[in-house]
């Protein structure tokens, strides 16, 4: 086991030459116009050539990426959801749960046709294997991928690549955490994209650009075995501290002490929204599934809300897509649909100054909602 004081830390604000500034008040694309919440909506049926022709008019319509990406470090968050790739419906599983390679593949054309330098696709998974072959084994076309241009790939659940870990402060103190200790991808890069499906969660209510963030915390600092860099389980100590005394999680609030877990997840993906924020959030809304995250949920059935869902604010660009999911309200608080059993990281990340979720704040482009609607219940 390791002691987890052995950990080389690296401070984002201290670090030489480092491109992170946006959690310290510096905005890193000063040509961009963040003063209103654009969210874009495009219809997308199928997972073929109309995904990158989809997929360009939705950052189009934001005003384009180039000043964004342009001679910069693209960093793109999957959401490989238990990474077991168990087949659901009868169909792939990035028609249900999981990114689509095919969402991936023209992103990444889409970022260089921008001016991105180089784009890394990273992911925190339950495996040793390194991300590449990972995917490989998912029938992701690697090497189509590669060509692309200058693309990495990092499975993030631990050290990885790098040689310490990025420690990255919550502003304001956070809610559960206060900082987090993150692998060296999400702080070395310039650009990060939340790439994530349209679907419900069982704790969270819905994931989403937000929740798909939950993921980044690695597994060997914050999963059910952490203390050790061969770390693979899940993140228990996150929902559910009672039955990891054991585990010390880096940043973890001395306050913090509730252990229900429609509490915890919520707040602490708030937490990490604020601490490392998305630049650019973008929903598969293509094909899905409702009635949870995964195949693990009970009865779910498949979905196909037919679009694609962009914005430069990943709250504003959630509480589209949760309105789009059918749900009136994206700022409903405990106990209202669709945050029947916990708290609702959209409104607490509002109110950590991350964003808006007020539909009457949020300049919605492409589609009306009344248009791309698909209820989930």
């Excluded at 009868?90 to 023209?106: D, F, K, L, N, Q």
Aim: aromatic share 6%.
């Amino acid at each position: 086991m390791c002691n987890r004081r052995a950990f080389l830390r690296l401070s984002a604000t201290a670090a030489a030459g480092a491109p992170w500034a946006l959690a310290n008040g510096l905005d890193r694309a000063p040509g961009l116009d963040r003063s209103a919440a654009k969210v874009a909506i495009v219809a997308c049926r199928s997972y073929g050539s109309e995904v990158k022709a989809a997929l360009r008019r939705s950052l189009d319509l934001l005003g384009g990426i180039g000043s964004l990406v342009r001679n910069k470090t693209v960093t793109v968050k999957l959401n490989l959801t238990g990474t077991n790739f168990t087949s659901l419906f009868g169909r792939p599983v990035g028609e249900s749960y999981m990114t689509h390679p095919a969402t991936v593949t023209a992103l990444t054309a889409l970022l260089f046709d921008a001016g991105a330098s180089r784009v890394r696709l990273v992911e925190s998974t339950n495996s040793h294997a390194p991300l590449e072959s990972t995917l490989a084994l998912a029938d992701w076309d690697v090497r189509a991928l590669a060509a692309l241009g200058r693309v990495e790939f990092e499975n993030t659940r631990n050290l990885g690549l790098g040689k310490r870990y990025a420690h990255l402060k919550v502003p304001a103190g956070g809610y559960v955490f206060s900082s987090f200790d993150l692998n060296h991808s999400y702080a070395d890069t310039d650009v990060l994209v939340s790439l994530a499906k349209l679907k419900q969660h069982v704790t969270a209510g819905v994931t989403l650009a937000m929740k798909n963030l939950f993921g980044i915390t690695p597994n060997a600092l914050y999963g059910d075995q952490a203390g050790t860099e061969d770390a693979t389980a899940g993140r228990g100590p996150l929902h559910d501290p009672r039955e990891f005394q054991h585990v010390k999680l880096p940043g973890l609030r001395t306050d913090a002490t509730s252990s229900d877990p429609f509490y915890r997840v919520p707040h602490i993906v708030a937490d990490l929204c604020a601490a490392r924020p998305i630049d650019l959030a973008i929903i598969d809304g293509i094909t899905s599934m409702k009635g949870g995250e995964g195949p693990w949920c009970g009865e779910v059935k498949p979905i196909a809300p037919g679009v694609l869902i962009a914005g430069l604010n990943p709250v504003s660009t959630d509480a589209v897509a949760t309105a789009v999911m059918g749900f009136a309200n994206p700022r409903a608080t405990r106990g209202r649909s669709p945050f029947e059993h916990g708290d609702n990281h959209l409104l607490l990340a509002e109110q950590a100054g991350v964003g808006s979720a007020e539909l009457a704040r949020i300049d919605v482009r492409g589609l009306a909602l009344d248009q791309a609607r698909c209820p989930y219940t």
